[in-house]
């Protein structure tokens, strides 16, 4: 059984003049339990529109979708899914503590249970230390974090994030990357859409391209980012007489040499180490005994 599977899911939309607009057209995909899946595209491709017919907020004009085998049109589907939109809205006038509180009450929870649930999730997200802060003071990062929580409240099988990273810094990014792939190992399904392609990467273990609300191409990140007709060898402490030996056995081989050169870093791992370096040098200059601790970056 799949978390969600859908079979020639449609949707149509009208418009101005009774034109027709197909925001998703047939589509067939399935994600497994205990996956990240990456559901990419540009604007206008039917990525948005595919979770609200999943959640149910749309009726599909054809087509069927389920969630863990259970059809979307029924609400008993969805007491499993926690849900983050692009753009959720919060109470800001709340405290982070309060604004968990309130949707476990929503979902019913009271008592001990729920007081547990949201000292829980808050260490969860990271934001243990701005609980009493009202969501006014808090950053876009924390917001969308704080977002993540309330998705979580009633611990859901199923997760659903809609640009989770939208808007926010580089180091509030990756904080929610490595969130992304602690839910993962918690044994959490999570279907995200994101335009952020790095960020797929480095999470995602299968991507499905939509494009004119169609399914383009969709399969394991690793096989498809392969390049099959190419091989690499990574070397270190190799001589330049060394260096010209394998030039020669390369060629003499039939192969052919498309590049070489020292391998480079990522901007995010150059971004991290010099806010590291600056963060030890003004400990140092402060006296202070440790520097301030940031998200480690994946290899």
């Avoid at 249970?113 to 243990?128: D, F, I, M, P, W």
Wanted: with cysteine; glycine share 10%.
């Amino acid at each position: 059984m799949h978390a969600i599977e859908t079979r020639s899911l449609t949707k149509h939309f009208r418009s101005t003049w009774r034109r027709r607009v197909v925001g998703l057209d047939h589509l067939n995909f399935a994600v497994r339990e205990n996956e990240v899946y990456g559901l990419l595209g540009p604007n206008g491709s039917g990525k948005s529109t595919t979770l609200k017919l999943i959640l149910g907020l749309y009726r599909p004009s054809e087509g069927e979708a389920e969630i863990f085998g259970m059809g979307v049109e029924r609400t008993a589907s969805r007491t499993r899914v926690g849900y983050l939109p692009e753009n959720p809205y919060f109470y800001r006038y709340l405290t982070g503590e309060e604004t968990v509180r309130f949707f476990g009450r929503l979902c019913g929870m009271r008592g001990r249970r729920l007081e547990e649930k949201v000292a829980e999730l808050l260490a969860l997200v990271g934001l243990e230390a701005h609980r009493h802060r009202r969501l006014a003071g808090y950053s876009k990062g924390m917001l969308q974090r704080i977002g993540l929580a309330q998705a979580l409240v009633h611990d859901p099988r199923l997760l659903l994030l809609d640009e989770p990273t939208a808007g926010v810094d580089p180091i509030g990014s990756i904080e929610i990357r490595d969130l992304i792939l602690k839910l993962r190992g918690m044994g959490k399904t999570l279907l995200l859409c994101s335009h952020l392609l790095d960020q797929v990467q480095d999470v995602c273990d299968r991507i499905g391209i939509l494009h004119y609300g169609k399914m383009i191409l969709e399969g394991d990140v690793k096989d498809l980012l392969a390049r099959r007709e190419q091989f690499q060898f990574i070397c270190e402490d190799l001589t330049d007489p060394a260096r010209t030996k394998v030039r020669e056995a390369i060629r003499a081989s039939g192969g052919r040499i498309v590049s070489e050169g020292n391998p480079a870093t990522t901007l995010e791992q150059l971004f991290l180490q010099s806010v590291r370096s600056a963060d030890r040098g003004k400990a140092v200059a402060s006296g202070a005994t440790r520097p301030v601790d940031l998200p480690t970056a994946q290899p």
